[in-house]
């Protein structure tokens, strides 16, 4: 079963993702996998098992349904293909994730420091933040708690790991991700500079709550 030419097409998009996730910062080497579906699919086109995101071509992705069988590709999916899998059966409307691991973020959450949300973007793209306690990567456990956040959340944090982040399409996944390693960096800013308490959101504006 060979891919269409909408899903070498998303390959292509991830592979640009995977590289500008290791030039930001968001991980290292084979850390972290990408995924993405045509809208409506019942299958998604995964990283492989032990590909470096900044190396990627389409020989470096499985095709896998979203019953779990690998339909195509030399490379075995992912170890964490079921990170993927589980949400897009609980998320129709999301097509893309990525599973990436932000040093900022993934440290204010091992602090038990939550990420503020300080800028427009940040709450208009991130708008709200999920959390899956600690469980292996590629555990049952660890797919489902995320597919479960997923539900209410499109940027799940990982604990001790790393994140999780939804969209609609590729590019908005990766902003996604982006945004919540930024908003990380400027809480973690905001902390040196004694502030604990400012946020933003869009209905409440900017403020200081105790």
Known sequence: MQPTDIEYELMHQLSAVGASCVQQGLTLASGGNLSAREPDSDRFVVTGSGVWLDGLSPESFALVSTDGQHLWGTRQPSSEW???QRTYVQRRDVNAMVHAHPQHAVLLDILGKPIRLLTL???HYVHSIGRVGFFPNGSDELADGAAQQGREHNVV??????CSTLGHDVNMAFRRAMLLEEAAITTYRALLLGDENTTFSLTGQAGRHA
Not at 157 to 162: D, R, T
């Open 82 to 84: 079921k990170l993927h």
């Open 121 to 123: 973007d940040h709450a």
């Open 157 to 162: 944090i990982l604990a001790h790991h790393g």
